[in-house]
């Protein structure tokens, strides 16, 4: 009897590990970082660093906000300030999670990353801001607020009353929304066609 076990067990055993052996390993699908302009996202703590992002201080339920001291220029355009939050989210996968910010002090510096970067314009300068993003091949989109994507970006760029923020996103999201956008630019496009030819037959 001692013996059937131990057989059954070594069976059992060995049919865990074969089905082990044959799972694939499941990896988080993480974005790539992209360049904009001289700027890196999403990026580590030394990207912060290399890009100019190393006047921080901390901010509650947020991370260490790193501005640059020079904000620099996007598209020839001067920025009033630029900026990243550094803290302990998994910034670099699709859909990660958050660390609770009071245990933010636990994470080591060199795993600090951020997500996004924020531009502000300097003055009055949003909107010619705006038409070089577009002159450069971004396209406007309207989800939810304004966003901008362009074909082989790997980002998007939304703005609001905080100025403009630079995420990064897939090549799919951005070929999904940019098909979207295209599909139905030509079929207004054929209504509007459709239209002028019937006004035309009724006034000829």
């Known amino acids: ?19 082990a052996q044959a799972q694939p390993e499941v990896k988080s699908k993480t974005y790539d970082a992209y360049e904009f302009e001289g700027l890196v996202v999403p990026g580590t703590t030394a990207d912060a660093k290399r890009t100019g992002f190393t006047n921080c201080a901390f901010k509650a339920y947020s991370g260490y906000v790193c501005s640059r001291e020079v904000p620099g220029t996007v ?45 502000r314009p300097a003055g009055k300068d949003s909107n010619a801001f705006l038409e070089a993003l577009q002159q450069a091949g ?36 951005v ?11 030509r079929e207004r496009e054929q209504i509007e066609d459709s239209e002028r030819k019937i006004k035309d037959f009724m006034k000829s």
């Open 175 to 185: 070929d999904d929304n940019l098909d979207q956008f295209e599909q139905k630019n």
């Open 1 to 19: 009897m001692l013996l059937k076990r131990t057989v059954h067990l070594a069976f059992l055993c060995m049919s865990l590990f074969v089905q």
């Open 75 to 119: 598209y020839g355009i001067a920025l009033g300030s630029a900026s990243v939050t550094l803290n302990g989210d998994t910034n670099f996968s699709i859909g990660g999670g958050h660390t609770d910010w009071d245990k933010l002090g636990e994470v080591p510096v060199e795993k600090l990353t951020y997500g996004s970067i924020v531009l």
């Open 138 to 173: 971004w396209i406007e989109l309207f989800r939810s607020g304004t966003v901008y994507y362009k074909r082989g970006a790997n980002a998007k760029l939304t703005t609001d009353r905080n100025g403009i923020t630079i995420h990064p996103v897939t090549t799919k999201e």
